[in-house]
């Protein structure tokens, strides 16, 4: 089994806050991040895809289309966007690190035909990351983790 | 959804590696430059790495700020600008090799209230990192 991972970078906006919550609650929970203009991060994503290269083409699957599949259902998604109000996969929840990374987990295994789709490692700054498994177990089969 | 989060942290301490059970000779030639008699310090990172259920009202795992705290209070408040060998109780009694630093640091991290301790991983400089689990965990 051989893994591959390729890297992405897109940039977005965002701001924590739950309407059921008073602003209060809000303010003690989310602390800055709940600043009601919102604020950015640069995310890195690392999209790792698991497999058994093809005998014919060396490959797991091509870089070509795993990156055309990552600027379709994550670029243009997401780069220079404001998370809460126009990616409507999150909408109705609160744009986390956890819970971008788990709609980029359900976008990509839907894409990702060749191989499978192994982890997303998603970085919200370089000291902050969420690394998703979708319900496969954290580092399972002796993946990377 | 299986999730993971981590976050980085660093400090800064002294140590030497010296056992007591060695002799002076057998000491240099484990340790080498690491025995020298006064120590010498690194610029430690670790990734603490925490899983759970995200709570829907919060989006989160964990709250960063409890873990920051928590973090601080059990690990970067007592190690930060010390000498392991001395300075850190524990240490007296056992070698301070990032081995056995990372597996301190994961004891005493296993508390942590928010969610469960996945691993510990423990950068001593950028070229040698060091993960532990648990002893029943799942460790590459």
């Known amino acids: 089994m051989i893994y591959l991972t390729r890297k992405i970078e897109f940039s977005a906006s965002h701001l924590y806050h739950n309407p059921a919550l008073s602003p209060e609650e809000n303010r003690r929970i989310f602390g800055k991040c709940n600043n009601p203009h919102g604020h950015g991060h640069n995310y890195v994503l690392e999209v790792t895809v698991a497999g058994t290269p093809d005998p014919t083409t060396g490959m797991v699957l091509d870089l070509k289309e795993l990156k055309q599949i990552l600027q379709r259902e994550i670029i243009e998604r997401m780069d220079h966007r404001f998370l809460n109000y126009e990616v409507p996969e999150l909408a109705g929840q609160i744009p986390t690190c956890e819970n971008i990374a788990a709609v980029i987990w359900k976008l990509l295994q839907l894409r990702i035909t060749k191989g499978r789709l192994h982890r997303v490692r998603l970085y919200e700054t370089p000291d902050l990351f969420v690394d998703c498994y979708g319900d496969g177990r954290a580092g399972g089969e002796g993946g990377p983790r | ?98 081995e056995n630093l990372c597996m301190e640091i994961y004891d005493r991290l296993r508390a942590f209230p928010g969610a469960r301790l996945e691993r510990v991983r423990l950068e001593e400089t950028s070229l040698n990192t060091f993960e532990y689990a648990g002893e029943d965990g799942r460790q590459r």
């Open chain 2, 1 to 98: 959804m299986n999730l993971v989060l981590t976050r980085r942290y660093s400090f800064a301490a002294s140590h030497r590696l010296h056992s007591p059970r060695l002799s002076e000779e057998e000491n240099q030639r484990t340790y080498g430059k690491c025995n020298n008699p006064y120590g010498h310090g690194h610029n430690y990172v670790i990734e603490i790495s925490v899983s759970g259920p995200v709570d829907p009202p919060t989006g989160m795992i964990a709250n960063l700020t409890e873990l920051d705290r928590f973090v601080e209070h059990e690990v970067l408040d007592t190690l930060d600008h010390t000498y392991l060998n001395e300075d850190v109780p524990v240490f007296r009694e056992r070698v301070p090799t990032s």
